[in-house]
C-alpha cells in the first residue's frame, strides 16, 4: 500500500492530469478490476473476503458473526462516509474536466443539475464520440457524483489492509501479496478511466487507514489475551 500511496503522492505533486489520448490496450482490464468493487459486484467481493479470511485464519464457528461484524463495519461506515462528504463537495471528475473543455454548459453548471440530467448531459455529449469506448462511456454514466472522496479506493484499500495485516500475522505471504495486488489495480484504475485524481487516492486511502486500525487493534488484541 505504500507504493500506492507514493504513486498517488508524486502524481499530485507533478499535477498528473487524465487524457482522453492516452487509451491503453490495459483499459479494458483495470475496468474489470474496478467492477469488482462496484455495485453490486462489491457484495461478492466482500463476502468472498469474508470467506477467504475466514477459512484461512481457522476462524472458530462460533466467531464466524463477530468476525464478519468487526470486518465489514469499517468498510460500511467508509461507505457512508462517502455518501456524506460527495453531498457537500463539488470537485469535477477528470472526465468532466475533459468534456468542459469544449463544453461550456458542462463547465458552468455540472453537479448544479440533479444526477439524472448529468446523466443526460454526458450521453448527448458523447453521442458521436468513437474515441471513448461504449464500456467507458456506461462506467461515467453510472457515476456522475463528485470525485472526491474515491468510494472504490476506500472499499479497496480498507479490505487490503485489514486482510494483508491478518494474513501476515499468521505467515500467510502469498495470499497477503495477492490481495495487495487486487488493491493497487482497484486504485490505479481509478486513475487510468479517468474518475479520480491523485489527491483523492491519497486522502481515501488515509481514510481507510484510520478506518481499519481499530477493528484490526481490537482483533489481534482479543486474539492475543
Not at 119 to 132: D, E, G, H
Request: charged share 15%; proline share 4%.
Amino acid at each position: 500500500m505504500c507504493i500506492v500511496v507514493c504513486y498517488s503522492f508524486i502524481s499530485w505533486g507533478i499535477h498528473w492530469s487524465w487524457n482522453a489520448n492516452d487509451q491503453s490496450a490495459l483499459l479494458w482490464w483495470f475496468y474489470v478490476l474496478t467492477q469488482t468493487v462496484s455495485q453490486p459486484f462489491g457484495f461478492i467481493t466482500s463476502a468472498l473476503m469474508l470467506f477467504v479470511l475466514i477459512y484461512t485464519l481457522n476462524i472458530r464457528r462460533g466467531e464466524w458473526l463477530k468476525f464478519a461484524l468487526v470486518m465489514l463495519l469499517p468498510v460500511i461506515v467508509g461507505q457512508v462516509a462517502v455518501s456524506e462528504i460527495k453531498k457537500t463537495n463539488h470537485e469535477p471528475r477528470p472526465y468532466v474536466v475533459w468534456l468542459s473543455q469544449t463544453d461550456s454548459e458542462i463547465d458552468r453548471h455540472f453537479y448544479q443539475d440533479d444526477p439524472a440530467q448529468r446523466r443526460q448531459l454526458v450521453t448527448q455529449r458523447l453521442a458521436n464520440n468513437l474515441q471513448i469506448p461504449d464500456w467507458q462511456k456506461q462506467h461515467w454514466l453510472q457515476q456522475v457524483d463528485p470525485a472526491f472522496p474515491s468510494g472504490h479506493t476506500i472499499f479497496a484499500a480498507t479490505w487490503a489492509l485489514m486482510a494483508v495485516a491478518l494474513l501476515m500475522a499468521r505467515g500467510k505471504w502469498l495470499l497477503a501479496g495477492l490481495v495487495m495486488l487486487w488493491a493497487y489495480g482497484v486504485i490505479i484504475s481509478r486513475l487510468a478511466l479517468g474518475m479520480h485524481w491523485p489527491g483523492d487516492l491519497f486522502t481515501s486511502i488515509m481514510i481507510a487507514l484510520y478506518l481499519s486500525l481499530p477493528a484490526l487493534w481490537w482483533w489481534l488484541r482479543r486474539k492475543a489475551v
